[in-house]
């Protein structure tokens, strides 16, 4: 276990070298003075959950030898116990570890559960969001957090080198046409619908930043990576499923979110229809998928179809080079509602927010007629930098975190 914590010793003085962004995500402030002893971030591959880790252990002041970074999917790694790896480092004077890749260690839930019960160490540790912890107390003893992809309001930050506030939902609605104008106000050319229209493109993952002109090959090797690696170790999915899974995300590429129902899309696909429900579920961990229902099921008082998006407008120019411009401006705002809000589709209008606001998404020439007569009902639109009254800007819905 000594030349196993050497070996990873130095792995960790090689990461040191590399250079770190300067620029933290949302979940930094939080994660970094969080007390518990064990705290866990999860999210898709690429979001930046080792550049987080990376940047605690930058930030903090313990010594140098008293810190560690170690990736659970390293050649070396493979087969070793984890909590004695940390215990041989606690032994010697190791009081910070940050841990990646955790789903990728055997019996990592038992691990960890020695460590906090036995170790006097701080942990951290990332895992896939397609993670399923099976423990019920694993949620009761770590402090659990999920890193979703940049916001439209990230990307600004990161990209203009800027500094711009998240906004509560209530207070965009109420306040939306001011606040929209103190964000352009503060853009160094002034161009929101030009910098949403790079988002929806390539904003979605920090990787960007890195290369963006290699961006999309990365995105497509992440989404082949999660579908052959993260989904077949953690669902046992067989290789010879794969393309399947591929079939059905590109099938919901190029389709309207209604246009197809569940019977057309598993003859589409060619698998049973409890095998699509399945395969939807795995996609929807994994984060490539959304997965929306609509309102009356809360109360299973009506049979409606269910709508699938792909989890982020990004994901469009990896896996097709045609989709519908409806299809992609409710994906965005799915994919900037979703982390802090429920969503439910309806009848008239297109996302009921929070079991209370009612929304219909289009560009710049939709009325209200479909939900004129409907409380707290709101136009999002596209294309338009400033709204009025209940019309609103689909952009500053980006600012929600």
Known sequence: MLNLLENAVRLYQLKLQQKLPEYKRYLFDNINTSIAKITAVYGSRGVGKTTLMMQILKESDLPQTAKLYLSCDHAFFSGQSLFDFVDEFSKRGGELICIDEIHQAN???QELKSIYDFLSIKV?????SALHLTSPDFARRYSMYHLFPLSFREYLEFSLNISLSSIKLEELLLNHASITNEIVTLLPDKKVIKHLNDYIRVGSYPFYFEDPFKYNDRL???????LHTDLSQIFLVQADKIDTLK???????VSKPLELSIDKLANTVGISKSTLYKYINYLSDAELLRHITHEGKRFNAIRKPDKLYLANT???SALCLNSDIGTIRETLFAAMLSPKHSLYYV???DFLIDEKYTVEIGGKNKSFEQIKHIPDAFLVIDDIEYGFGNKIPLWIFGFLY
């Open 314 to 316: 990004n994901l469009f």
């Open 247 to 253: 079939k059905l995300l590109l099938t919901i590429c």
């Open 124 to 128: 951290y540790f990332t895992g896939s």
């Open 347 to 349: 009848l008239h209008g």
């Open 107 to 109: 019996n990592f839930e």
């Open 220 to 226: 497509i090797e992440i989404i082949n990576i999660i």
